[in-house]
């Protein structure tokens, strides 16, 4: 993986810098909070909707990264997780 992506190692933990929304897949549906896996779910807000936020701070380990127009997602045992968003605006590091 060259580009943006190749940032993110695989089995390293990174930290969240903003609430972000799980999803299903890299840009894709957001996921429940039911869903998730039980780690994740003590460190998110459940949202009125039924979907999951994970809070700004959350620990999260790199499971792989996929690149989606400009922005790359980062792959977590629960989902995906937007690291860096369109502009390059960082999310995770």
Excluded at 9 to 37: F, H, P, W
Excluded at 47 to 70: E, I, P
Aim: proline residues 1%; hydrophobic residues 35%; contains cysteine.
């Amino acid at each position: 993986v060259s580009g943006a992506g190749s940032k993110f190692t695989v089995g390293r933990t990174y930290t969240l810098q903003a609430n972000m929304y799980i999803r299903e897949s890299a840009g894709g549906a957001k996921k429940r909070y039911l869903e998730l896996t039980t780690n994740a779910k003590s460190h998110s807000i459940k949202q009125a909707d039924g979907t999951a936020v994970l809070k700004k701070g959350t620990v999260v380990t790199c499971k792989g990264t996929k690149t989606v127009g400009n922005a790359v997602w980062m792959q977590i045992p629960s989902g995906y997780v937007c690291a860096l968003g369109d502009s390059g605006t960082v999310y995770i590091k």
